[in-house]
């Protein structure tokens, strides 16, 4: 194989890698997801109702559409968060 053809390749297949990272999702960590107990850029990853689309990008402390993963749902009610998303910020955290 000539150098050109050898250097061709190698761009395709880097673009190929490139192309399959940046459409994978985001995935959510393991456990639960605990909505409000996240203080700003701390939440765990992906979140479209809060309108940011990374891990740590939250951007108000305790806000109710960011989640951080926790254990179980006790550890989840331990930590005064709740199990679904919800408008505002946590009173019981904020």
Request: aromatic share 4%; hydrophobic share 45%.
């Amino acid at each position: 194989m000539n150098r050109t053809a050898l250097l061709s390749v190698a761009g395709a297949l880097a673009g190929a890698v490139a192309m399959a990272q940046a459409t994978v999702p985001a995935q959510a960590a393991e456990g639960v997801k605990c909505y409000g107990i996240s203080a700003a850029g701390q939440n765990d990853c992906a979140n479209e109702a809060a309108g940011h689309s990374c891990a740590g990008m939250s951007q108000v402390d305790y806000d109710g559409m960011d989640f951080k993963a926790v254990e179980d749902e006790a550890a989840c009610m331990a930590e005064k968060g709740k199990l679904e998303p919800f408008e505002g910020q946590n009173p019981e955290k904020a």
